[in-house]
């Protein structure tokens, strides 16, 4: 079954190479990807092909949690999907 309408996914990730990869992928498959990260510029390459998101995050920071929350809510008018994989930054 295809989704008709693309899902908005929240994903907060540590600095790896998974990170590229699923929102890649996400973005690859229709998505909206708003990717929360220690460093965000490990989205660079994918930013060539893909429109997308990204925001710092320190997932020690409350306040900073709390924004990237309220970003992501403004620019889309919802979050539909949750992905966290920090350990830590």
């Known amino acids: 079954m295809t989704q008709s309408t693309p899902r908005v996914w929240l994903s907060e990730f540590d600095v790896g190479f998974l ?3 699923m929102v890649e992928d996400l973005l690859r498959n229709g998505e909206i990807a ?7 510029s490990i989205l ?3 930013a060539a092909k893909y429109p997308r ?12 949690v709390k924004s990237v929350f309220e970003q992501a809510n403004d620019a889309f008018g919802h979050i539909g999907v949750v992905y966290n994989n920090v350990g830590r930054c």
Do not use: F, R
């Open 53 to 64: 998101t990204v925001l710092p995050l320190d997932v020690t920071n409350e306040t900073q």
């Open 19 to 21: 990170s590229m990869v």
């Open 44 to 46: 660079d390459d994918p």
């Open 34 to 40: 708003v990717a929360a990260l220690c460093k965000p």
